[in-house]
């Protein structure tokens, strides 16, 4: 083997294991209580990768496949490390940190999702980040409240407590249910006690949010 060709392999090597950080989000780490089980499983994840990849006897390969479980549990040790649990709103009088919103946009479609934490974030899941520009423009709004987002408005027509898991059970997607929604709007007016708090992490109240 020559000289050269043991540098390049060296050099790829390297550019193969020293993996750049992850970007941790700005602003409050803000979890549900399923956010938070979430990244604990995915820590529980990571190592047991990292670990596998450690028993791996070739050193080269072992750097290789240990680099990217090693860079997601610095990540994840550093977002359990600061996340806040918000339990769930206390009302669903106006959106908030957890709340399960139906909106009805310009074009008559109505969409449903979850306010959630930014690592649980997942659109296609029905879960969206309390730092989107969505989720700001609604927060502090109730039923009927108009919400402008650009050029484009939309409207609430329902706010329920939030169901972070999955957010097509008990959906009320579609024209009929938003109908619906809008004359049974005392239904979502109903006071709902929060439930218990993780002790191992930082918590946080909807009024040292800010909620407007």
Known sequence: MSVAFTKEDSAETAAETMLPEKPIPP????????????LERQLAEATAAYETALAIEDINERRRQAANPYRDLRYLNERLRTAQVVPPPESNDLVAFGSRITI??????????????????????????????????????????????????????????????????????????????????HRFRENREGSPQNSNVRRTNHRELGDN
């Open 104 to 185: 009805e946009r310009d074009d008559g479609r109505t969409q449903t999702f979850t306010i959630v934490g930014e690592d649980q974030a997942d659109p296609k899941a029905g879960t969206l980040s309390f730092a989107s520009p969505l989720a700001r423009a609604l927060m502090g709004k109730g039923v009927g409240d108009v919400a402008t987002l650009g050029e484009a408005e939309v409207e609430i027509v329902g706010i329920g407590l939030g169901n972070t898991r999955r957010s097509h059970t008990n959906s009320l997607v579609g024209s009929d249910s938003a109908k619906q929604t809008k004359s049974s709007k």
């Open 27 to 38: 602003g409050p780490n803000l979890v549900t209580a399923v956010g938070l089980a979430q």
